[in-house]
Every structure is written in C-alpha cells, then in structure tokens.
C-alpha cells in the first residue's frame, strides 16, 4: 500500500494517526477523505484477523472514499462494507463484523448492535469519526463511543471535522466534543497554518479577474433589499424585547446595528439568526418573531440573487418574497410599508422600461455576460463552477443560445406563464408583445440549427456546481481542465483549485462584479473562519490533560437493572440519558410500547408535538388501547421543555370553528380540541397513567424510580406482545380464528397456546393443570370452565326471556 495523502496534509496526518486524537482541518483542502483514507490505510498495514474497524457518518462521502483508498493501493471491494440496519439482517451484520475489514455504518445501527450483542466491542480495532463537529453529549455517535470505551480497553478513536465555526462557537464547545469522544489530542490545520500556506503557495494558480459594474437597474434593487432588511430587522427587534438569553442577546446587538449596508446581513446579523434557530431559545420566540427571521433569511437569499440571477428571475423572487410576507395571517409591518413597495417597483424596473406605451427588456444576468471574455482563445477543456444545478442549467442555456437569445427566451417563458400585470385590457387575452417580441422570438427558436458548437472553439466546457467539487470525487483530477472559471466564488472551491495547482498547471479565471454582495459574503466566510481558528487554538491551551487509563477506565456499575427499549427509539437521546443514569438499554423490535420497565410496566413516549398529532389522527388511542391488554401498568410518558411558549403545534378549535371555541349548548370542550380528546382519552383507559419530564435526564430518573424493586422484564414477553403469530409455521386460519375467540385467549397468549395443542380435539380434551402453563392460572380457568359448559343452560338467556 502506498501513500496518495497530498503533501500539505501529510503533517495533518502523522497528528491524527499518534493515538486517540481529534484534527480540524481547513474547508476546502479535502481533509476529511484524504485523512480518513489514510488513517485506513495505516490500519490494514496492521490488520489483525476479524477486527472491524468502525467509520461513522460516512454514507456521503463512500464513493470518494473508496476512490481514494484505491489509489492508495488498497482492495476495496474486499476490506471495505456498509450496511443499512433496515435492509441487513441481524446474522448477516454479525457475520459482517466478523470478517473484519472496514464497515460503513450509521450511529444509530452501531449503537443497537453494541448493545444487543451482534458487535462485540472488545474486538473493534478502532472507531473512525468524520464530522466531528456533530457529537454533541446526546448524539448518537457519543453514545457509540461510550459503548465502546466502556466495554473495552484497546483500540482508538479517531475523529476528523471541516467546520471550525460549529467547534468554536458557544461556551466550552471544543472541550464538550473533546470529553464526548474520549480523545487525548486536537490537531488544527488552518489555511494560514505555515506549512500549508508554505506548500499551497509554491505554485500557486494563475488567476485572472474578469470585472466589471452592476448596472443601474441591479444596484438600485441591491440598494432597496437592503432598506427592506433594515425595516425588517428593526421589526425584529422589536419583537424580542421580553426575551432573554445569550443567543437572544447576540441577536438584538446585531439587529441594533441594523443592515446598513450590503454586507451586514453576511456578517453578523446572518450568524445570530443561525446560532438563535440553533438554540433553546427558539422554542420562546414568538410566532410573529419566527415569522420575521424567515422573511430575513428570505430578504438576505434575494440579496444574494441580485447579482447572480437576471431580471426576470429576481422579479419572480421578488414578488414571490412580499406576497409569501403580505399573505399571512398577520402580515409584517414592513411587508405593508413603503420599503415592500419600493422593492417591488425596483425589481419591476429591471423588466419594464416604461409603462405607457409599454416597453420591455430582457435585463441578462451581470455576470453572465463576462462568459465571453472568460473563455477567449480556446483550449482542450474548460471547467465551469457555479453554485448550485439551477445555476448550471442557467449557464448552459445561456452558452447554448447566446446572450440576446437567451435573455429574450427567458422572458418570453416568464410572459407566457403570467402575463397578467402586463395586459393593456382585462378583456383582451394577448399582451402587446404578442406579435412583437414573442412571435419574433419563436421564429427565430425555429430557424436556430440545432448542435450548435461549443463558444469560442473549446473541445470540452464541463459545468461543475460547489457540492460536486468539494463533495464528490476528484472532479479536477479528471477533468485535467486548461482553464476554470469562476463564476460564482466561494473560499471553499477556490481552496480545492490551489490543492490541484500543486499537481497540475491551470490558468484560473473568476468573475467578479464590482460593489455586488457576494464580495461580503466571501470575506465574511473567509473571516469568520479565521476567527474560529483563533478561538480554538486559544481553547485548546485550557484542555485538562487526562491519561489513557482516565479517559478508559469504565464507570458502569457491575450489575445494572435492565430495561427493553425499541430500536426505533434511538433516533432520540434518551436511550443514552438512560444509559448514562447506570441502566442496561436492551434494543429490540417492539409492537406494544417504547420501554418495558417490569413485567407488568410499559411507557410509551410522546414530545408535546407528537402527542398533538397522535391525539389528532387517533393513533394514540389504538397504542394506549394495546398497552392496557398486554400490560398491568401501562404509563404515558410526554417529554415536554421548560417554555412552552411559542410552540407552533398547538391546533384549538379556532382553525376549524374561528367564532366558536365551545360547543353549542354544552358544558364540555369540543372532540376537536387536544384537552377534550386527552380527557376522553383517560376516561376510556382508567389504568393509563401520566408522566410529564422536562428532559432526558428528568425522564431516565423517572424510569429508574419506577422500576426499583420490581422484578426485570422478560425480552421474550415483551417482543410477543402484540406480535402475529407469524412462527413459519402453516397453520389452519380457521381454527386460529376461532381459537382467538375463546374466553380467555388474547394476543399475549395465543402463541403459546397454538404451540402447545395439537388441534381443536386436543384442545377441548385438555386439563385444568395442561393450560395454566400456557394461558395463566386465571385465563386457563375461564377457557376450561367455558368448554365444559353445558349447551343447554340451566336458566333462560335474557334474549330467550324476552321471547317468552
């Protein structure tokens, strides 16, 4: 096996593969598949026989993956399997860990195979992390790591992150993401880093820009977006002034400072809106608060839009943004000032020179007409990066049909699917450009010969948008371009064209218009990378040092109680608070509940938004229903928050009755509203119990304090528990049907008692003393009485009564 790690990230990986250790690296450099390849790599060098090694979160990056590991000389299709825990069987992921090699697998399905036995934790050679930044102390890839430590004292854990922002923002993140994983080091490789800037800059690119103006129609609507991102930011402001909190507070300074210029909504303003959704403090923000910051965020899009799309497109946007704002419930105040109104004539103006007689023009995307600069001279190939698959078709058809052409299409598509503002009569159904512009442009689609050459005599134009160049495989490598274009700039690509200028030679062409935003939100990226590093190298000072045998050393007790959890319960945090409170979680398949705490206990949990639509849709009832037969005790857990307030899943009468919140003419609440179903809930099961926690820890309190002194719960039991009788076994339908109807036969027993008689004769022949075994003392003697009941009753049934 040899080596394909680029020579910039070689440092990067001698820091990562020393131990249990933890490397964020720089956006761009493609450092989580060239580093976790070459931690693979290392492994297999000294690979023990059937000793898996574990790589998380790595389902979207597997082909690149697998590409890099080939070049290293590696076998892939024989070391290297994923599997889904939802279409692989339990023997077969067994066998599949026993084989050793890699295994591709999500947190979740590690963690039900940790705990139920199908992976041995003892034989894991190491587990391999990508996307650190996600392991919060409830994430799914926490609870696999403490699995693994708990239950072993060799192997490692590695973890690897591209986002410094998300580690270095809040208080003490690093080091929570540091204890989570259990690791000893953290290695960070910035793009000013001196050996990476040293090695990135021996050959850097030829880069050449292509600039030129906004025109006067896209600066006065850039102008105006951000007079609409003020109004709308003051509003805001506004709205939070009752609420608290670090994150809310971040908020209102950066509102205080208003957007005043184009790039205060790519500063400060645009990261405390993603730290304030991110956050417990969402859940307080009223709905006209939620309101607000979605408008924002749709404002700040259509800034970013004015640059990059033509004039049809950002009327489109435009109208589309102040008629989602003016079409609620309570529209925002902005959306009926004057700010909506000026943006709407600003955007209109792109499109309609003058009203009477009406004139219009089709306004080209500003940077699309700097494509012919950018490609002059020619050359084998040439590879285009845009930002997203819009944007390439958008290029595409731009290059195919020329610049007048491919204007004038675009607004005569728009024309044609709503042409509506334009009609000089409300009678006529043609506009005026009818028989001008339109029928002009369809004849000139129709003459067009179809076939048309490549611009300015390029073999080959490839079209690449970000995700495929940072994402996907080595797109640069081989493509071998002459020459790439940027179109739309961001740091990430323009770090990935400097890794493939030390391999090969390119000349770089990047598209820029002078005074446009997408200028600030570089920058803004760029600096508040630079600024997370520097948090983070100054974090990383006051990490406690902690021995080997510290971090390995297995706090669980020795004998846990144990409780049956649903493996489907894993897509939450509570199997982990649970484990973390010293019980044993045991996954399985339920049908009957979401916890078996004792034989006779089961819980089956509700979020304050689940239970609403539950209530709703009638499928609580059918689960309470199903816990009461299977079940002495059958508990409703509902996990609520500290602050319900502004929760948007509250449904009351008023969406269906708005004049009438009560029935008419009585004293109980509607069927429609969630209290009244809740109460019919309770009078219909009496035996249904209510539990409320405000969290995790609250509720794995609770289930430790329900099940003390009880005995624990039979897996068996509870995987039979409202299961079918599905054993493989070719039974005779119409004896189940009636045997299911006999006293004393339920779901929870029917299995037994199909597998202990023989037929319907043996059945009926049966003892007292042969039922009990299957049925219970008490069901055994219902069904024995029952059969030996005589047909002829020695009194009348109340139906033969009433005959006579």
Request: net charge positive.
């Amino acid at each position: 096996m040899t080596s394909a790690l680029p020579p910039y990230l070689a440092p990067a990986a001698d820091a990562l593969n020393k131990g249990d250790a933890l490397a964020v690296v720089a956006r761009g450099l493609g450092g989580t598949v060239h580093l976790a390849a070459d931690v693979i790599r290392r492994a297999l060098e000294t690979r023990e026989d059937a000793q898996p090694i574990i790589v998380l979160n790595a389902q979207q990056r597997e082909g690149a993956l697998r590409e890099e590991l080939w070049r290293c000389g590696v076998d892939v299709d024989k070391v290297m399997a994923r599997h889904r825990a939802a279409e692989t069987s339990r023997t077969e992921r067994r066998a599949l860990y026993a084989t050793g090699g890699v295994v591709l697998c999500g947190a979740r399905a590690a963690c039900v195979d940790l705990l139920d036995g199908t992976l041995d934790a003892s034989n894991i050679k190491g587990i391999l992390v990508l996307d650190a930044e996600r392991c919060a102390e409830s994430s799914p890839e926490a609870f696999v790591v403490r699995l693994f430590r708990d239950r072993s004292t060799q192997g490692w854990v590695r973890a690897i992150s591209e986002a410094p922002e998300r580690l270095g923002g809040g208080f003490a993140r690093l080091a929570k993401v540091v204890k989570t994983l259990s690791v000893s080091s953290v290695a960070l490789w910035p793009r000013f880093e001196n050996g990476i800037a040293d090695c990135l800059e021996k050959s850097p690119p030829s880069i050449t820009e292509v600039s030129t103006n906004l025109d006067e129609g896209a600066s006065l609507l850039q102008r105006r977006v951000v007079a609409a991102i003020a109004a709308c930011a003051r509003e805001l402001k506004g709205r939070c002034a009752g609420l608290r909190g670090a994150d809310v507070s971040m908020l209102d300074e950066a509102l205080t400072k208003g957007a005043q210029k184009a790039d205060a909504f790519f500063g400060e303003l645009d990261q405390a809106l993603n730290r304030v959704k991110r956050g417990a403090a969402w859940r307080a923000f009223p709905q006209a608060g939620r309101q607000l910051c979605a408008e924002l965020r749709a404002l700040g899009d259509l800034l970013d839009a004015v640059a990059s799309d033509d004039g049809v497109a950002c009327l489109e946007r435009t109208r589309a943004c102040v008629r989602a704002a003016r079409d609620r419930p309570k529209p925002s105040t902005w959306s009926q000032s004057t700010s909506a109104d000026a943006l709407l004539d600003a955007a209109k103006r792109r499109v309609v020179v003058k009203e009477k007689p009406l004139a219009l023009k089709a306004s080209a995307a500003p940077k699309l007409g700097l494509l012919a600069e950018a490609l002059k001279g020619g050359g084998s190939s040439c590879v285009m990066v845009v930002t997203d698959a819009a944007r390439a078709a958008h290029v595409a058809q731009h290059l195919g049909d020329g610049d007048e052409a491919f204007s004038n299409r675009r607004l005569l598509d728009f024309l044609r699917r709503d042409n509506a503002p334009w009609r000089r009569d409300a009678q006529k159904r043609r506009t005026v450009l009818r028989k001008a512009l339109l029928d002009e442009e369809d004849r000139r689609r129709k003459r067009k010969k179809r076939g048309a050459p490549s611009p300015q005599n390029w073999a080959c134009i490839r079209i690449v948008t970000h995700a495929q160049l940072l994402e996907a495989r080595d797109v640069l490598g081989d493509a071998r371009p002459d020459r790439i274009v940027l179109v739309d700039v961001c740091f990430e690509a323009v770090r990935r064209i400097e890794a493939h200028a030390t391999l090969y030679k390119v000349d770089v062409y990047a598209l820029k218009l002078e005074g446009a935003a997408d200028e600030a939100r570089l920058s803004s990226l760029i600096a508040k990378e630079r600024d997370a590093f520097v948090r983070l190298i100054d974090e990383r000072r006051l990490l406690a040092a902690t021995s080997d045998m510290e971090r390995r050393q297995s706090t669980r007790p020795k004998k846990a109680r144990a409780i049956i959890c649903d493996a489907r319960e894993f897509r939450s945090s509570l199997p982990l608070a649970l484990y973390g409170r010293g019980l044993t979680v045991v996954p399985s398949t339920l049908v009957v509940g979401d916890y078996v705490l004792a034989p006779d206990v089961v819980v089956e949990r509700k979020s304050v938004s689940d239970l609403h639509g539950s209530l709703q849709g009638g499928r609580l009832a059918g689960q309470a229903d199903a816990m009461a037969r299977f079940y002495r005790t059958p508990l409703l857990l509902i996990e609520t928050t500290s602050s319900l307030k502004g929760t948007a899943s509250y449904v009351a009468d008023t969406q269906e009755q708005p004049d009438k919140k009560w029935a008419p003419k009585d004293d109980l609440p509607s069927t429609r509203a969630v209290e009244a179903r809740l109460a019919m809930l309770a009078m219909a099961q009496p035996r249904l119990r209510f539990c409320w926690a405000a969290d995790d820890a609250s509720s794995a309190n609770l289930f430790a304090a329900i099940g003390r002194n009880k005995p624990e719960p039979s897996l068996d039991k509870a995987r039979a528990a409202g299961a079918a009788p599905d054993d493989g076994v070719d039974r005779n339908e119409a004896a189940v049907a009636l045997v299911r109807r006999l006293p004393g036969v339920g779901d929870h027993n029917l299995r037994a008692l199909l597998n202990g008689v023989a037929s319907l004769a043996a059945l009926a022949d049966a003892s007292l003393e042969d039922l009990a075994p299957l049925l219970g003392r008490r069901d055994a003697g219902r069904l024995f009485s029952f059969l030996r009941r005589p047909l002829a009753a020695a009194e009348p049934s109340p139906a033969a009564r009433r005959r006579g």
